[in-house]
């Protein structure tokens, strides 16, 4: 089945999603992310179905939002925001660690904020090693809204996620492979079969086996995903209202640098 922005095909016992926007950098939009979410479901309810991959088109995996769609949504109120694209968001990614079948991210290109977020919601990585990882929400005075910041400090510690959340730096895979962020970086054109290899040494396990173990290991942790997010969230609002969120966006929008208020000039929500 082929649709506007997600492209879904079935290989062997293995569901392939691949974000298919690449004029865009396969940015994350309200209806992109719904079209990864109803292919999800239809990845999960098929029994013929072991494992789904998560793939981009073009020279993306994700550049993380649509910030010019999110700038408009923000023009309209923090609710549409809300409403149209965060709380959205969050539920995806929530389907990728609650979906019981294995999901294995297959980053093939740039990789940044929101999809650094979302591979972070995946059970494995599998990186070509010329792709571009990291976090830029600081870049434009936003945060990250989707649990990226729980994910980077139980996947690499709480020191390389600040480092990686202050910075906004751009990483290779092999230097998130030694920080324990990736679990193995292939030749870019070998991506896509040593992926699909792993997929099939998956689809022979224990469907139900595996479906425990993902359960086993993301309930570990002092605070839940679901927990995170939901403080996450809370945060995201009231920064939306302080003014750096603004001065960030317009900022990408008129192709210039930021510049931000002092932290004593924040304005908090009324």
């Not at 998560?54 to 939002?65: D, E, N, P």
């Not at 969050?90 to 999809?115: D, H, S, T, W, Y």
């Not at 994910?151 to 324990?180: D, I, S």
Request: charged share 20%.
């Amino acid at each position: 089945m082929t649709v506007e922005l997600v492209t879904v095909e079935t290989r062997g016992h293995t569901t392939w999603i691949t974000l298919n926007d690449p004029d865009n950098l396969n940015a994350l939009t309200p209806e992109l992310i719904g079209e990864v979410a109803a292919a999800i479901v239809q990845g999960e309810t098929d029994p013929d179905i072991r494992v789904l991959v998560l793939t981009g088109s073009g020279r993306a995996f994700c550049a993380g939002a649509n910030l010019k769609r999110v700038t408009a949504l923000l023009e309209q109120g923090i609710d549409a925001v809300v409403g149209e694209f965060l709380h959205p968001l969050k539920l995806l990614a929530r389907q990728l660690r609650e979906c019981p079948k294995p999901v294995i991210a297959a980053v093939n290109g740039i990789c940044m904020a929101g999809g650094l977020e979302t591979i972070l919601c995946c059970d494995l990585v599998v990186a070509a090693d010329d792709a571009i990882m990291g976090d830029q929400h600081s870049v434009y005075g936003l945060l990250p809204a989707i649990g990226g910041a729980q994910g980077l400090n139980r996947n690499v510690g709480a020191m390389r996620a600040k480092e990686m959340l202050f910075t906004g730096a751009r990483f290779t895979p092999h230097e998130l492979l030694a920080w324990g962020l990736v679990n193995k970086v292939v030749p870019k054109a070998e991506l896509n079969c040593a992926v699909q290899a792993l997929a099939d040494m998956l689809s022979e396990r224990s469907p139900a086996g595996l479906a425990r173990m993902k359960q086993m290991v993301n309930d570990q942790g002092e605070m839940s995903w679901d927990a995170a997010t939901r403080y996450d969230l809370s945060l995201v609002v009231g920064h939306l209202f302080g003014g750096d969120a603004d001065r960030g966006l317009n900022a990408f929008v008129e192709k210039r640098a930021p510049v931000f208020q002092a932290l004593n000039e924040y304005r908090k929500p009324q």
